[in-house]
């Protein structure tokens, strides 16, 4: 990479970190794989960056790595991410289940099976179409919208327990 | 109004979502740490080019010994001792994490037996493992009731990695010759229907230490890691648009050497590649031999090979082709560049291919270096498969087309595949 490549690609890295990593939490549900995936999504840029310098999908190129590294990681671990248990036993410690709105939903997104979670942040935090995420996601349009449904259906349902915080099944 | 009310509206959601990811900002040093990355993921590329595409001797002499590292061609001789060979079986060891687990192996055999060709005697394993992204992934070869060689794949499905499938069930490879058996299909569902993704699983020899499958389908970047995982066996995924005819199978032999090899397909939804042999080339034709009887090869099918789309059929005549290749004055192909999608066609000049009929909008999106891919249309699925024709090699008479490096060339004697549709396989 020239001089004048690399000035542009650590301006798209400062422009774009912030963006790619709050996708990527909400994705990982986990700061620290947040972290690694963007980095990771980031360094695959690097190398792709000379042909995509004068591309103005530099933005869309980077969310279908970021979602692809996502995918990768994710399978490659599959068999770390088994239902496990609930609430109290992993959460934050608040002795008085009174979650706020927040903290409901950040626990019910991320005992969200992988695909739904993915599907619900693409379609509601990205703004991306139905096409567009199937497009990321490599699948049917039909799919995503299942997916989609499916997700926020589930939201609600375990959104229902936030007062019954034990009954939240959550995946680590 | 509380959190369950407002996963009802979207633009609240979206604002809770907002606000839970308000509290994430990025760490210190994170541009430090990108660099870092990207000069590790630069350094591992220029390793596996420098070992996957060297075709010269390397030969080091330290006191007086010579250290030989050398890329075999395709189908070319090697060094590599192929195991001792057990009559028409490959008899390798088993491998994989279950390589000695009977239980699982007597799951597959039953699966295996309830196929045509069961029930199966002199069974014997090759690969039993699930210390993988798919799940249970089990390669068996044995005499059908008939007594034929067969080799079979029998893997967990994409959408449930309890549901074991037979995927494969071929008559089993020349154990004298073989040294990689693999399957790459994105048909891997438990109802045998299109997976999100390709899967492939290669397996080789006892004396490799590594196995990589790649796609000149699919960009580096659109995939994770493919580098192995130190064992001579791989499974792995990629996009849906790498199918078997664009991915090879490279195995890294504890002797220094490398070999590539053509992966295979072969499930019932996989289009299958008739096999043909070119006999004469020229600027405006190439005429090909097909191996073997088959009826199944028709005008206008597309003719291709690992490295790229070479063109169509023009012509069938008592087994021999003539093909049009997309070089040719009067070829046409309709495309679209990887990853960034703009459609256009590809336009024969006679020694060369244009990339015309862009959109205005989209010109200024297409950029030197980028790969130019054709939908095969004996695919069932538009999703899946793509060929490559070539690189977009100078945009700067972008008006009348941008110029296209073809990424397949041919001489007689060259093997090319022509691609019909699962539906018509014959012979």
Same mark, same amino acid.
């Given at each position: 990479?020239?001089?004048?490549?690399?000035?542009?690609?650590?301006?798209?890295?400062?422009?774009?970190?912030?963006?790619?990593?709050?996708?990527?939490?909400?994705?990982?549900?986990?700061?620290?794989?947040?972290?690694?995936?963007?980095?990771?999504?980031?360094?695959?840029?690097?190398?792709?960056?000379?042909?995509?310098?004068?591309?103005?999908?530099?933005?869309?190129?980077?969310?279908?790595?970021?979602? @692809?590294?996502?995918?990768?990681?994710?399978?490659?671990?599959?068999?770390?991410?088994?239902?496990?248990?609930?609430?109290?036993?992993?959460?934050?410690?608040?002795?008085?289940?009174?979650?706020?709105?927040?903290?409901? %939903?950040?626990?019910?997104?991320?005992?969200?099976?992988?695909?739904?979670?993915?599907?619900?942040?693409?379609?509601?935090?990205?703004?991306?179409?139905?096409?567009?995420?199937?497009? %990321?996601?490599?699948?049917?349009?039909?799919?995503?919208?299942?997916?989609?449904?499916?997700? %926020?259906?589930?939201?609600?349902?375990?959104?229902?327990?936030?007062?019954?915080?034990?009954?939240?099944?959550?995946?680590? | 109004?509380?959190?369950?009310?407002?996963?009802?509206?979207?633009?609240? %959601?979206?604002?809770?979502?907002?606000?839970?990811?308000?509290?994430?900002?990025?760490?210190?040093?994170?541009?430090?740490?990108?660099?870092?990355?990207?000069?590790?993921?630069?350094?591992?590329?220029?390793?596996?080019?420098?070992?996957?595409?060297?075709?010269?001797?390397?030969?080091?002499? !330290?006191?007086?010994?010579?250290?030989?590292?050398?890329?075999?061609?395709?189908?070319?001789?090697?060094?590599?001792?192929?195991?001792?060979?057990?009559?028409?079986?490959?008899?390798?060891?088993?491998?994989?994490?279950?390589?000695?687990?009977?239980?699982?192996?007597?799951?597959?055999?039953?699966?295996?037996?309830?196929?045509?060709?069961?029930?199966?005697?002199?069974?014997?394993?090759?690969?039993?493992?699930?210390?993988?992204?798919?799940?249970?992934?089990?390669?068996?070869?044995?005499?059908?009731?008939?007594?034929?060689?067969?080799?079979?794949?029998?893997?967990?499905?994409?959408?449930?990695?309890?549901?074991?499938?037979?995927?494969?069930?071929?008559?089993?490879?020349?154990?004298?010759?073989?040294?990689?058996?693999?399957? !790459?299909?994105?048909?891997?569902?438990?109802?045998?229907?299109?997976?999100?993704?390709?899967?492939?699983?290669?397996?080789?020899?006892?004396?490799?230490?590594?196995?990589?499958?790649?796609?000149?389908?699919?960009?580096?970047?659109?995939?994770?890691?493919?580098?192995?995982?130190?064992?001579?066996?791989?499974?792995?995924?990629?996009?849906?648009?790498?199918?078997?005819?664009?991915?090879?199978?490279?195995?890294?032999?504890?002797?220094?050497?490398?070999?590539?090899?053509?992966?295979?397909?072969?499930?019932?939804?996989?289009?299958?590649?008739?096999?043909?042999?070119?006999?004469?080339?020229?600027?405006?034709? !190439?005429?090909?031999?097909?191996?073997?009887?088959?009826?199944?090869?028709?005008?206008?099918?597309?003719?291709?090979?690992?490295?790229?789309?070479?063109?169509?059929?023009?012509?069938?005549?008592?087994?021999?082709?003539?093909?049009?290749?997309?070089?040719?004055?009067?070829?046409?192909?309709?495309?679209?560049?990887?990853?960034? @999608?703009?459609?256009?066609?590809?336009?024969?000049?006679?020694?060369?291919?244009?990339?015309?009929?862009?959109?205005?909008?989209?010109?200024?999106?297409?950029?030197?270096?980028?790969?130019?891919?054709?939908?095969?249309?004996?695919?069932?699925?538009?999703?899946?498969?793509?060929?490559?024709?070539?690189?977009?090699?100078?945009?700067?008479?972008?008006?009348?087309?941008?110029?296209?490096?073809?990424?397949?060339?041919?001489?007689?004697?060259?093997?090319?595949? !022509?691609?019909?549709?699962?539906?018509?396989? @014959?012979?």
């Amino acid at each position: 990479m020239d001089q004048e490549s690399e000035a542009a690609f650590e301006e798209f890295v400062r422009a774009s970190y912030s963006r790619l990593l709050r996708l990527a939490y909400l994705l990982c549900a986990d700061r620290g794989h947040a972290e690694d995936v963007v980095q990771t999504t980031l360094a695959k840029m690097a190398l792709a960056w000379p042909r995509l310098l004068r591309s103005t999908g530099a933005d869309h190129y980077a969310q279908r790595v970021l979602v @692809n590294t996502v995918t990768t990681r994710r399978r490659r671990l599959w068999r770390g991410e088994t239902p496990t248990a609930d609430v109290d036993a992993v959460g934050d410690g608040d002795p008085y289940h009174q979650l706020d709105q927040r903290d409901a %939903l950040r626990r019910a997104l991320a005992a969200l099976p992988a695909r739904q979670r993915t599907a619900v942040v693409l379609r509601h935090y990205a703004d991306l179409s139905e096409y567009q995420a199937a497009e %990321l996601m490599g699948c049917s349009v039909g799919t995503v919208k299942s997916l989609t449904s499916r997700g %926020l259906h589930k939201l609600r349902e375990c959104l229902d327990m936030v007062d019954e915080p034990q009954r939240i099944v959550l995946t680590k | 109004m509380n959190a369950n009310e407002s996963v009802h509206e979207s633009s609240t %959601l979206r604002d809770l979502l907002e606000e839970i990811v308000d509290e994430v900002s990025p760490s210190l040093g994170y541009s430090a740490a990108v660099k870092r990355r990207a000069a590790m993921l630069r350094r591992r590329r220029r390793t596996r080019r420098l070992l996957a595409s060297v075709t010269t001797v390397c030969l080091l002499s !330290v006191g007086g010994t010579a250290l030989h590292i050398r890329l075999d061609e395709l189908d070319g001789q090697d060094d590599t001792a192929a195991a001792a060979t057990d009559g028409p079986f490959l008899s390798w060891d088993p491998t994989g994490n279950r390589a000695r687990d009977a239980n699982l192996l007597q799951q597959a055999l039953r699966i295996w037996d309830n196929a045509d060709t069961g029930p199966h005697g002199a069974v014997h394993p090759l690969l039993l493992d699930d210390e993988n992204a798919l799940g249970p992934v089990i390669v068996v070869e044995g005499r059908s009731r008939t007594g034929e060689p067969r080799l079979a794949f029998i893997t967990a499905s994409a959408d449930n990695k309890e549901a074991l499938s037979l995927r494969v069930d071929r008559p089993a490879p020349d154990p004298v010759t073989t040294r990689t058996i693999s399957l !790459v299909t994105p048909w891997m569902q438990s109802d045998g229907s299109l997976a999100t993704s390709s899967w492939a699983v290669a397996l080789s020899a006892p004396g490799a230490d590594r196995v990589t499958i790649t796609s000149t389908a699919v960009d580096e970047q659109e995939i994770g890691d493919n580098d192995g995982q130190g064992h001579r066996h791989q499974i792995s995924f990629l996009p849906l648009s790498a199918t078997a005819l664009t991915c090879t199978v490279t195995t890294y032999w504890s002797h220094g050497t490398a070999t590539g090899q053509p992966a295979s397909g072969g499930t019932v939804r996989d289009v299958q590649p008739v096999a043909a042999t070119v006999r004469e080339t020229s600027d405006s034709s !190439v005429k090909a031999q097909v191996n073997g009887a088959n009826t199944a090869v028709a005008p206008g099918q597309f003719v291709a090979i690992s490295d790229g789309l070479l063109g169509r059929v023009r012509s069938v005549s008592g087994g021999t082709l003539e093909i049009q290749p997309v070089t040719a004055a009067s070829s046409v192909v309709s495309s679209r560049t990887s990853l960034s @999608n703009i459609h256009g066609n590809l336009r024969g000049s006679g020694s060369g291919i244009t990339f015309t009929d862009i959109s205005d909008k989209d010109q200024d999106q297409v950029l030197v270096g980028n790969r130019v891919e054709v939908i095969d249309p004996a695919e069932t699925d538009p999703r899946v498969g793509a060929i490559t024709v070539g690189r977009i090699s100078d945009r700067s008479s972008s008006g009348a087309g941008m110029e296209v490096q073809p990424t397949a060339t041919v001489k007689p004697g060259s093997v090319v595949y !022509v691609l019909t549709p699962p539906a018509s396989r @014959n012979g």
